[in-house]
């Protein structure tokens, strides 16, 4: 390894240059300026904190870890129902869900989070 190299330990949010790693537990049960946090938001701040793309299951269980609910009663459902085709998660080749990082919904998003400075 060469002098002065840092292995990221966060892809995404070095990426991004995000004001901080963020961790789900923060977010659960928050209002935003647009009203409460969403599942889809819990999504985002879940791949965030993890820096790279996850299961729907691995996501599902961080969000109940953190003290989210699903109105439905059934987290992995829930989450289909919020990410459907929508901007900037999508799945990847293999499956995984994960971050479109230079989507302009993704900005949005973290300056709504107050995960980036206006």
Do not use: Q, W
């Not at 840092?6 to 990426?15: G, K, L, M, Q």
């Amino acid at each position: 390894m060469a002098e002065g190299f840092v292995v990221s330990p966060n892809a995404y949010c070095d990426r991004l240059k995000t004001l901080r790693v963020p961790r789900v537990e923060e977010f659960v049960g928050r209002r935003g300026p647009f009203g409460p946090v969403t599942l889809f938001d819990l999504t985002i701040v879940a791949l965030l904190e993890n820096g790279g793309p996850m299961t729907l299951e691995s996501v599902a269980g961080r969000l109940e870890e953190a003290g989210a609910h699903s109105g439905a009663g059934d987290m992995i459902l829930s989450l289909k129902k919020s990410r459907r085709r929508r901007n900037p998660i999508y799945e990847d080749e293999e499956g995984l869900l994960a971050l479109d990082l230079p989507h302009p919904e993704l900005e949005s998003r973290l300056f709504a989070l107050d995960l980036r400075p206006p």
